[in-house]
């Protein structure tokens, strides 16, 4: 499938028109992983049809900056370094977590950065671009964003809800104890905080203090009429994870009350897709707008020798976030490398995804965990045109047929198996914006469901026909 395209393509076969019953969200799919060594990314999508990308460099001397058009494109855009480390004092060592906004008919550029003589001096800096294109634009230092406490502060974001433009960041108090926390205030300009900041959150649970006590890197969406920052804890290693604060739109976001932490991370470290240390994320749209995108960083190993700091190999990675019935967004797992997976709604039960349990593949709603619903499509295991779904929290498990019932298995390297575990995409049977599986080496019968079990059979009445048609979301 063409990430952000109106229409669907899927093994050559693409959709029909937009029909009503299309899900507001169709299906988005992007390749992993999208920049190598870049951590703590920034996607921004701006009205000029561009997507701008900047992100930390292992050197942690420079500030980047590439676009593209379309998020896959930023993996080959070119880069280029719009602004470098002081040679002495301030901002001379230490540049993180760069994000770029555009505030006012300006660019700016949240950054961290400590001093030469002391490199864990690290403090929040602005820059500022008044030109049209950013990358070719001549950026100027609006200077330190200045905070009632002078003390280790980083990853400054900026949102605005009702109006009212915020700061959100992490920040150390030595009257709270060692790590950071998270802090939110107003701003009276894009460079400037007024009134006195808010703690709202503080590492206390254990998934938020592994290695160190932190909380940092916030980031914001907005949907159903609440505010859900996330943020990043523990060490930046395999145990580095997000979490979740959630708020009223309507209420007062610089009281401390007006927040709600997860009890447990949403998103983590995952070993069969061989994720690890999942983090300091920012939120992007795709392409036709209608879908969340997740932007994050982690690494493809769990081992790292010595300090997490000094290992490049980070790297920025995107993924679709779904939304679950209550409003609330379901991050899922980090994926595997590759194409990312799709989800496959009914037709004629749009609430229902195809889904595995106890390896049984069915229709159902409220699918928990997301990424029993996930599937990644596949050049097919026959070859000849099919394609085969793989599943999304098992690699190397494919939907086949076995009995004409529809099973999650792992493939055995039997020509059989390969056989079964393949289908033709053909264009939805019931609606040709959806999508139907013929069967590899059953010609005639479908994947369809049936009493919400998944079934490949033959189809003769609409109700069949409706009853193996998919969307992809």
Same mark, same amino acid.
């Given at each position: 499938?063409?990430?952000?395209s109106?229409?669907?393509?899927?093994?050559?076969?693409?959709?029909?028109?937009a029909?009503?019953?299309?899900p507001?969200s169709?299906?988005v +799919?992007?390749?992993?992983?999208l920049a190598?060594?870049?951590a703590? /990314?920034?996607?921004?999508?701006?009205?000029?049809?561009?997507?701008?990308?900047?992100? +930390?460099?292992?050197?942690?001397d420079?500030?980047?900056?590439?676009?593209?058009?379309?998020?896959?494109?930023?993996?080959?855009?070119?880069?280029?370094?719009?602004?470098?480390k002081?040679a002495?004092?301030?901002m001379?060592?230490?540049?993180?977590?760069?994000?770029?906004? $555009?505030?006012d008919?300006?660019?700016?550029?949240?950054f961290?950065?400590?001093?030469?003589?002391? %490199?864990?001096?690290?403090r /929040?800096y602005v820059?500022?671009c008044?030109a049209?294109? &950013?990358?070719?634009?001549?950026w100027?230092?609006?200077?330190r %964003?200045?905070?009632? #406490?002078?003390? $280790?502060?980083?990853d400054?974001?900026t949102?605005?809800?009702?109006?009212?433009?915020y700061?959100s960041?992490a920040?150390?108090?030595?009257a709270?104890?060692?790590g950071?926390?998270?802090? #939110?205030? *107003?701003?009276?300009?894009?460079?400037?905080?007024t009134?006195?900041?808010?703690? %709202?959150?503080?590492p206390t649970?254990?998934?938020?203090?592994i290695?160190?006590?932190?909380n940092?890197?916030?980031?914001?969406?907005?949907?159903?009429?609440?505010?859900?920052?996330?943020?990043?804890a523990?060490?930046?290693?395999?145990?580095y994870c997000?979490?979740l604060?959630?708020?009223?739109?309507?209420?007062?976001? #610089?009281?401390?009350?007006?927040?709600?932490?997860?009890?447990?991370?949403?998103f983590?470290s995952?070993?069969?897709t061989?994720?690890?240390g999942?983090?300091?994320?920012?939120?992007?749209?795709?392409?036709?707008?209608?879908?969340?995108?997740?932007?994050?960083?982690?690494?493809?190993?769990k081992?790292?020798s010595?300090?997490?700091?000094?290992?490049?190999?980070r790297?920025t990675?995107?993924?679709?976030i779904?939304?679950?019935a209550?409003?609330t /967004?379901?991050?899922?797992i980090p994926?595997?490398?590759g194409?990312? &997976?799709?989800?496959?709604?009914s037709?004629?039960?749009p609430?229902?995804?195809?889904?595995?349990?106890?390896?049984?593949? *069915?229709?159902?709603?409220?699918?928990a965990?997301l990424?029993?619903?996930?599937?990644?499509?596949?050049?097919?295991?026959?070859?000849?045109?099919?394609?085969?779904l793989?599943?999304?929290?098992? &690699?190397?498990?494919?939907?086949r047929h076995?009995?004409?019932?529809?099973?999650?298995?792992?493939?055995?390297g039997?020509?059989r198996f390969?056989?079964d575990?393949?289908? +033709?995409?053909?264009?939805? #049977?019931?609606?040709?914006?959806?999508v139907?599986y013929e069967?590899y080496?059953?010609p005639?019968?479908?994947?369809?469901?049936?009493?919400?079990?998944?079934?490949?059979?033959a189809?003769s009445?609409?109700?069949?026909?409706?009853?193996?048609?998919?969307?992809?979301?």
């Amino acid at each position: 499938m063409i990430a952000g395209s109106a229409t669907a393509t899927v093994a050559g076969v693409t959709a029909g028109p937009a029909h009503a019953a299309v899900p507001a969200s169709p299906g988005v +799919t992007y390749t992993n992983t999208l920049a190598a060594q870049r951590a703590d /990314p920034h996607i921004f999508k701006h009205t000029d049809g561009f997507y701008y990308f900047t992100a +930390t460099v292992p050197a942690y001397d420079r500030i980047v900056l590439r676009r593209a058009t379309t998020i896959q494109g930023l993996a080959s855009a070119a880069e280029t370094t719009i602004w470098t480390k002081h040679a002495s004092g301030e901002m001379g060592a230490h540049i993180w977590a760069p994000e770029i906004h $555009f505030i006012d008919g300006k660019w700016y550029v949240y950054f961290a950065a400590g001093a030469t003589n002391d %490199i864990w001096k690290i403090r /929040p800096y602005v820059l500022e671009c008044a030109a049209a294109n &950013p990358i070719t634009g001549t950026w100027t230092e609006k200077g330190r %964003i200045a905070l009632p #406490l002078d003390t $280790f502060s980083l990853d400054a974001t900026t949102f605005v809800v009702n109006g009212t433009r915020y700061l959100s960041w992490a920040q150390n108090d030595p009257a709270v104890g060692s790590g950071t926390n998270l802090y #939110l205030a *107003r701003m009276s300009s894009p460079w400037a905080i007024t009134g006195t900041p808010v703690r %709202i959150s503080t590492p206390t649970a254990s998934w938020e203090t592994i290695g160190h006590r932190v909380n940092e890197g916030p980031a914001v969406i907005q949907r159903n009429g609440k505010v859900f920052m996330t943020f990043s804890a523990s060490a930046t290693d395999a145990n580095y994870c997000m979490g979740l604060l959630t708020a009223y739109a309507s209420a007062d976001l #610089l009281k401390a009350s007006s927040w709600a932490k997860t009890a447990g991370p949403v998103f983590t470290s995952n070993a069969a897709t061989g994720q690890y240390g999942p983090g300091h994320n920012q939120f992007t749209v795709s392409e036709d707008g209608r879908s969340d995108v997740l932007v994050y960083h982690d690494r493809g190993y769990k081992d790292i020798s010595g300090d997490p700091l000094n290992d490049p190999n980070r790297r920025t990675r995107v993924q679709k976030i779904y939304w679950k019935a209550d409003g609330t /967004p379901d991050f899922g797992i980090p994926v595997a490398d590759g194409l990312t &997976p799709i989800r496959l709604s009914s037709y004629n039960a749009p609430d229902r995804f195809i889904r595995h349990w106890e390896y049984r593949a *069915r229709i159902e709603a409220n699918v928990a965990p997301l990424a029993d619903s996930q599937f990644r499509t596949v050049t097919g295991l026959a070859g000849s045109g099919t394609v085969s779904l793989e599943s999304a929290n098992f &690699p190397g498990y494919y939907l086949r047929h076995k009995n004409y019932e529809l099973w999650v298995e792992k493939n055995d390297g039997t020509a059989r198996f390969r056989s079964d575990a393949s289908f +033709t995409a053909r264009a939805g #049977l019931a609606d040709s914006a959806g999508v139907s599986y013929e069967s590899y080496n059953a010609p005639g019968r479908y994947i369809r469901h049936y009493n919400y079990l998944l079934h490949v059979q033959a189809l003769s009445t609409a109700t069949d026909r409706a009853d193996a048609t998919f969307y992809l979301q």
